[in-house]
């Protein structure tokens, strides 16, 4: 999928939602076919690393020893020690923490523990910390570049329905940028499905207030 035709369609999108007066998300939607989702191997999920900022914050939260309490202090939305665990027994406190927060980091040596008392709400949302996505640190990593890299980070998942859609930008970004990320998405959907492009039925983009425009 070449820039210049993603950027074509991108003009068309913002002609068809114009004048609103918020910054509009731009969603890349790929439909899939060909695949048994029931099946562990024709199920997608992957991480990749945008060129281009999509424009949403992500919000994230560390679990963590006291070894690594003030520098993920210094660096994430919210840190919640070990000592502090114990509160999050309480299905209410855990649900909107798992709610709330897009990624969540942890302290390597205490993942048994995190699994323990965060799995319940985080595993099912899928934000459970993935080693894949870099979020499971050792006690003496740094966290702000961790932190930095999760803003373009995408999770690409298709495990229950033949579809993924994506947030690739926001109304107010130019084109060029957005088309990169579009790209780039595309050729790493391609190569993680099984049999590459005979998987995909179709591709569109989509700004928030506007019709799907098919790639």
């Known amino acids: 999928m070449d820039t210049q035709s993603i950027i074509k369609a991108l003009k068309q ?3 068809q939602a114009k004048d609103r007066k918020f910054s509009q998300t731009v969603d890349f939607i790929v439909t899939l076919k060909g695949l048994d989702l029931k099946k562990t191997d ?3 999920e992957f991480f990749v690393n945008l060129p281009h900022d999509p424009g949403k914050q992500r919000k994230v939260c560390a679990l963590v020893g006291p070894e690594m309490a003030d520098k993920a202090k210094e660096a994430c939305d919210n840190v919640v020690t ?3 665990f114990d509160k999050y ?8 923490l798992a709610t709330e927060y897009d990624f969540f980091l942890a302290q390597a040596d205490i993942m048994p523990k ?3 008392v965060f799995g319940r709400a985080l595993g099912p949302r899928g934000k459970m910390p993935n080693p894949k996505a870099g979020c499971i640190l050792p006690p003496k990593a740094p966290i702000r570049p961790v932190y930095n890299r999760l803003q373009k980070l995408a999770k690409v998942s298709a495990k229950k329905q033949l579809a993924i859609q994506l947030a690739v ?3 107010d970004m130019n084109d060029e940028d957005i088309a990169e ?6 050729d790493q959907i391609i190569h993680h499905l099984p049999t590459e492009q005979n998987n995909v039925k179709a591709a569109y983009l989509k700004f928030t207030m506007g019709a799907p425009i098919k790639l």
Do not use: S
């Open 13 to 15: 999108a913002r002609e």
């Open 181 to 186: 990320n579009i790209a780039l998405l595309y």
């Open 114 to 116: 995190v699994a323990t």
């Open 169 to 171: 930008g926001k109304a």
């Open 42 to 44: 024709d199920q997608v």
């Open 82 to 84: 070990q000592a502090d």
């Open 89 to 96: 027994k309480d299905k209410k406190a855990l649900k909107k």
